[in-house]
């Protein structure tokens, strides 16, 4: 089992949509996630953080965490073209190493 | 704040030579690095953690005599490319840890090996 799994996508929303993104891991004890947004050819940028069970919020972006489900998810809301990149979700392991998974191709159509 | 920089951006190097890649944290001090590797098309694969004056942790597969990492000081990690081949072209990113929960990644060196 690999240790953080994401569906690969593509994903495709319109523009104004919301694009929903989910994230399951393996090590129950991770405490740590986070999502990074990486356009092409480009190094990965933090979007957001999240250590504790339930929603955060900022701006357009929502995480959610479910730690009993092992699962994450980033919600972007009213979706624009500029959102289109490759979404990786990572998560900070019980051996203090930030392992990521194979990241969501995100497509918003004009 | 939380910058982190590569030097080089791109290098192309002959099949045979060593490329040395530098990483630094620009605004801030950095007891721990990373470097990731990531082809086309593929997810960041962790081959190393760099701890500031001591040696480097190295993921399971990744060849510590071929992957040269030094990390001399609280803002400055090398990775160093031996003998390159060119399945050894690839994205190599370095990330630095600002604090215990969250780490930065530089913009990426592109290795290109003829």
């Known amino acids: 089992q690999k240790e953080v799994e994401q569906n690969s996508g593509p994903l495709s929303v319109p523009e104004g949509a919301i694009a929903s993104l989910n994230c399951t891991y393996s090590d129950r004890v991770s405490q740590s996630f986070f999502w990074y947004r990486q356009y092409s050819g480009k190094s990965p940028e933090l979007i957001m953080s999240?250590?504790?069970?339930g929603d955060k919020e900022d701006g357009r972006f929502t995480a959610q965490l479910n730690k009993a489900s092992q699962y994450v998810s980033l919600l972007i809301r009213d979706s624009q073209p500029s959102d289109s990149a490759t979404y990786l979700c990572?998560?900070?392991?019980?051996?203090?190493?930030?392992?990521f998974g194979p990241g969501t191709s995100l497509s918003v159509i004009p | 704040g939380a910058v982190v920089s590569q030097h080089p951006s791109w290098v192309i190097c002959k099949s045979g030579t060593s490329v040395k890649i530098e990483c630094r944290s620009l605004d801030f001090q950095a007891t721990t690095m990373f470097w990731y590797r990531q082809f086309p098309k593929q997810s960041l694969m962790l081959m190393a953690t760099?701890?500031?004056?001591?040696?480097?942790?190295?993921e399971q597969g990744v060849e510590k005599d071929k992957f040269l990492i030094n990390h001399a000081s609280l803002t400055l990690s090398t990775l160093t490319v031996t003998s390159a081949h060119p399945e050894d072209s690839s994205f190599y990113i370095c990330?630095?840890?600002?604090?215990?929960?969250?780490?930065?990644f530089g913009p990426g060196t592109r290795l290109t090996v003829t």
């Open positions: 760099s701890n500031e004056g001591s040696k480097a942790t190295y």
């Open positions: 990330s630095a840890r600002a604090t215990p929960y969250e780490q930065y």
């Open positions: 990572a998560v900070k392991t019980s051996y203090d190493k930030v392992i």
């Open positions: 999240i250590y504790s069970n």
